[in-house]
């Protein structure tokens, strides 16, 4: 994440704000996770399998 002009105001791209939902959903789930560039897959102990991406929309 990289601080603009000594303001409150950041900005981010997809890899990082992905790792920063990872380490939130590691936090919450029992669960691995692997992630690849903008993608994470998320396999709970229940076995459900999710797949997360994130790209920013401009």
């Known amino acids: ?3 603009m002009q ?3 105001n950041y ?3 997809e890899k990082c704000l ?3 939902f990872i380490a939130a ?3 919450c789930f029992n669960a691995s996770i692997v992630q690849g ?3 994470a897959v998320v396999r709970l102990n229940n076995g ?3 797949k997360l ?3 920013e929309v401009v």
């Open 1 to 3: 994440m990289e601080q």
């Open 6 to 8: 000594n303001e409150k």
């Open 11 to 13: 900005k981010t791209d």
């Open 18 to 20: 992905l790792e920063e």
């Open 25 to 27: 959903a590691e936090d």
């Open 37 to 39: 560039g903008n993608v």
């Open 48 to 50: 459900q399998v999710f």
């Open 53 to 55: 991406s994130l790209a």
